[in-house]
Nanobody, 122 residues
Framework: QVQLVESGGRLVQAGGSLRLSCAAS????????MGWFRQVPGKEREFVGG????????YYADSVKGRFTISSDNAENTVYLQMNSLKPEDTAVYYC???????????????WGQGTRVTVSS
């Protein structure tokens, strides 16, 4: 079965950096895209960015463009979210998810990880 496991979330000061990882298993991921989302209590899960394993699609939400970078290690089936210049408003639970075709729409994603918490202190 498909499993996505995020890691790397922790408390960090504003202006700092953090790298999240998403280890994927259970599917031939080369045929899929991966997305990063985040959610704070009381709000909808927000698309952060996405990537295809082939590298043909790489997309960022405006709120993180220029600060966050998504990359993949195809040999390890792992996707990364490098977050720089972190702000308190980046505080959220971050999720990775997989989708059959590149999309920014949460509803299109079929498998999700359990999430990893990022807290940015001011």
């Amino acid at each position: 079965q498909v499993q996505l496991v995020e890691s790397g979330g922790r408390l960090v000061q504003a202006g700092g950096s953090l790298r999240l990882s998403c280890a994927a298993s259970g599917r031939t991921f080369s045929n899929y895209a991966m997305g990063w989302f985040r959610q704070v209590p009381g709000k909808e899960r927000e698309f952060v960015g996405g990537i295809t394993w082939s590298g043909t699609w790489l997309y960022y939400a405006d709120s993180v463009k220029g600060r966050f970078t998504i990359s993949s290690d195809n040999a390890e089936n792992t996707v990364y979210l490098q977050m720089n210049s972190l702000k308190p408003e980046d505080t959220a639970v971050y999720y990775c998810a997989t989708v059959p075709r590149a999309s920014t729409y949460r509803e299109m994603y079929d498998y999700w990880g359990q999430g990893t918490r990022v807290t940015v202190s001011s």
